[in-house]
Every structure is written in C-alpha cells, then in structure tokens.
C-alpha cells in the first residue's frame, strides 16, 4: 500500500509540474489526486483482514475512515477560506484603487532598487501579518508597478522567498511557527532572537544574486481606471480598513483562541458592509462602485481547489503514517544530538517543499514531545531550526508553500519556469541562512551570556 500511495503522489506531482506541456490544468491534477489517494488507501485497507481486526471490523474501519476525512477536511477548509477571505479582501482594496496609495509612494523605477524595496517589505510585512496573506498583497501592488509579464515574475519569485523567510522567524508570521509556539516548543522572544538573522540572510542573499542580473528600468503599466473614479478619501478608508483588518487576524487569534480563518472572515464582513454603505450612498448613475458581491465574482477558484486537492492528498498520507514513518527514518539515521539534528531539519525544510510543511512539523512534534524525559526541551535549537527550515524550505519549489501557492494562482507562473528561475536562487538562501544559523548557535549563543539569557 505504502508504495502504491506514494507513486500515486509522485505521479500526481510530475503532472502538475508538466501542466502546460501536457496541457492539464494543475487544478484538475490536483482534484483527481487528493480523490486516488484517498480511494486507494480505502480499497487496500477494507480488505486487509489485520487492519479490520484493529479497528473492530468493517463498520469500525469505516467509522475511522469518516472521521479521518473529516478531521483532515476540516483543517483544509480552514486554509481554503482563510485564502478566500484574504483574496477577496485585497481585490477589493484593488477594487478601490487604495493600492494607488502605497505603489505612488514608491517611484523608482530602477530595478535593483525596486527589488530590494519589494523585498524589505513583504519580508517584514509577513512578519507581521502570514506569509500567504503578505504574497497576496505584494502581488497585487506589483501588477500596479511592472507591465512587463515576466519581468513582474521574477519580483513574485521574490516575493515568495522573501515572504517565507519573513514568516520564519515571527510566532505569528508562519504556520509552523505558529504550531511550535502555541504547543510550547518555543517562546516568543526565543524563536525572533534566535533565527531572525538567518532568515534575513535567506532573503538577501537570493536578492543580491538576482541584483547582479538586472539592469535598466521597468516599465509601469497604464494607468487604469474602473467605471467610475473613487474619491482620494475612500482608497485611504478601504485600504486603511482592510490592512487593519490583516493585521487584526493575528491578533483575533492570541485573544480568542480560535483558528485564523474566523478572524479573516470576521475582517470580511466588517469591511463588506463598509462597502456596501459606500456603494449605496456614493455610486452614481450608471456607475456603482464596487461590493464584496461583485468581487467575489471575479475570485480566483481554481487556486483555491487547487489547494484543497494538494492539502487532501498530503493528508492522506499522514493518515497512513508515512509521513510520520519518514520523521523516525530521519531520527534513526541522524540521530538527536548535534550536528544530527541540524540535519534532520535540513532535510525536513527540503521536503516541505514537496510535502506540506505543516504534517511533516507535526510529525516532529509528535515524535519528540515535551515533558518529563524530553529529548529537547523547549527552546531547544531543534524547534528553533526546525521553525527555520520548515519556514524556507518550501520556497525551493513554487508549490512547496501557501505564499507559493497563492502566488501561483494569481500570477498564472509555470511551475517549470520557476524550476528553472527561482529553484536555485532559494536554495542558496536556504543554506546560507542555515549557515548562519548553525554557526551562531555554536558560537555567539552558547558563547555570549546575555545573549543566551535573552533568547
């Protein structure tokens, strides 16, 4: 069954990287995928005598089965409307013309310097906000800032690196980061401390790379305008109204407890209503402004199906325990003491960018729990390179992440041309952070007395 599972999914994986040569759309790839899976592990397991025993039986099995499909829909769906309700969210500060706002502030033209303004920010923006959210944002100011195509590829590749290695080092900015703060593995001061300079450095370094490469000045697309002209005093509202509500589902988290997701819809709907009022009491004839209604409309499905079958077929998988099988091969191999489990995290970060980073943490989690007789302890460098790695490494690959994902789906990238333009670029980053990780773990850290005591 194991092998069976696993070229299932490596199959499903080379057809979505193949799409436009085979002419397939990834969604559909997807779909039909997270779809096998799931049958194939059913159809082994329901005539296994020694798996319906364990579970007392046919109805038992089934039983399980139900439940692990709920349980693993339910954390998808999450994701999917918590991308839902970003997109609709930024196309409607899009809508409204309040990226006009940020992107006349910003009036280089010179492409060395644009891109390290676009990656300063979406680096310290996914802090704070997600990396997902943050890639979403970025590229919608970067369709108002670079015409050429291509061209505006290359800063969304960047946008990805610099997003995933911005989300690494806050408790707030990365998925994983946030399941190893919230399960105690890490603290908050510890996890920023500690790997805040090695994820600067995986974004600088795939951005001084690609400096070297351009030259000359870009080409900012036509001014747009939609039916009608929004007043100055509405872009600044919605904008001002949707980053907050951004910002606000971070925060909505840490006070209530309960999933993101909530808190972006929550944000929605406060501002839906906002430009509902705004549209009822400013449109003019034959001229409405825009609603949540009517950009929902225009909302990018098939990226969020996209999701929904990649997500469903990685869960699979953990359901069948491979995943937790390929944690323990790692242990066994490498080891849990230094350099062992640097190496662990290492190759953890490059999977993550072929196997969802969020399974392959949890099985890290699970192997190595807290509490009496820890192999590590909490603020362990294992959590703290593993919340690294995890982070980055998804960035080697354009499905390899959500902000990769998101991306993607807007953008319409080639899953080869970002093989072949970006896949380089992030691993030089991936392990010249890594670099400066290990060494100042080894060195400064265990070195210098106060620092040690801050982290």
């Not at 809508?95 to 979406?122: A, E, N, P």
């Not at 997600?130 to 979403?136: C, F, G, V």
């Not at 009822?280 to 929904?308: M, N, Q």
């Not at 350099?339 to 980073?357: A, K």
Request: with cysteine; charged share 15%.
């Amino acid at each position: 069954m194991v092998v069976a599972l696993v070229t299932l999914f490596i199959v499903g994986y080379f057809f979505i990287a193949m799409e436009h040569p085979f002419k397939i759309n990834k969604t559909a790839t997807a779909l039909l995928l997270g779809c096998l899976i799931w049958a194939v592990y059913n159809m082994f397991n329901m005539y296994n005598p020694a798996i319906l025993s364990e579970y007392g039986g046919l109805e038992g099995y089934r039983h399980f089965v139900s439940e692990s499909l709920v349980e693993n829909l339910g954390e998808t769906a999450e994701i999917v409307f918590f991308l839902l309700g970003a997109m609709t969210i930024v196309t409607l500060i899009e809508d409204y013309q309040g990226f006009t706002v940020i992107t006349d502030k910003i009036t280089t033209t010179d492409k060395k310097k644009l891109l390290w303004v676009v990656s300063i920010l979406t680096f310290f923006l996914s802090a704070l906000l997600d990396n997902m959210t943050t890639a979403i944002v970025m590229v919608a100011l970067l369709r108002k800032l670079i015409a050429d195509r291509k061209e505006r590829w290359l800063y969304a590749g960047m946008v990805i690196l610099a997003a995933n290695a911005g989300g690494a080092w806050s408790p707030i900015g990365d998925v994983t980061t946030i399941m190893l703060w919230i399960g105690g593995q890490v603290t908050t001061v510890n996890i920023m401390v500690k790997t805040l300079i090695a994820s600067l450095v995986c974004m600088a370094v795939p951005v001084l790379i690609l400096g070297c490469t351009l030259k000359g000045e870009i080409v900012r697309p036509e001014s747009e305008q939609s039916g009608i002209e929004v007043a100055p005093w509405m872009r600044r509202l919605v904008l001002i109204m949707g980053v907050c509500g951004l910002v606000f589902v971070p925060i909505f988290k840490t006070i209530t407890h309960l999933p993101p997701y909530l808190g972006m819809l929550l944000a929605l709907s406060v501002l839906w209503i906002t430009t509902e009022i705004l549209s009822r009491k400013h449109s003019k004839e034959g001229h409405k402004l825009p609603t949540a209604v009517s950009t929902l409309e225009h909302v990018d499905v098939p990226t969020i199906l996209f999701f929904l079958g990649i997500l469903m077929a990685v869960s699979c998988l953990k359901v069948a325990g491979i995943l937790g099988t390929l944690a323990g091969g790692l242990n066994d191999t490498f080891g849990s003491e230094a350099p062992g489990f640097f190496f662990i995290d290492l190759i953890i970060g490059v999977l993550s960018s072929v196997v969802d980073n969020v399974p392959l943490v949890a099985a890290a989690m699970g192997m190595y729990p807290l509490g009496d007789g820890a192999i590590f302890d909490v603020n362990h460098p294992f959590w703290e390179f593993l919340a690294y790695c995890a982070g980055t490494g998804g960035s080697l690959l354009i499905i390899g992440s959500a902000a990769g994902v998101a991306v993607m789906g807007m953008e319409k990238i080639d899953f080869i041309w970002y093989l072949k333009k970006i896949t380089l670029l992030a691993l030089a980053g991936y392990l010249a952070g890594a670099l400066i990780f290990i060494l100042m773990d080894v060195t400064l850290f265990e070195q210098v007395a106060w620092l040690r005591d801050l982290a």
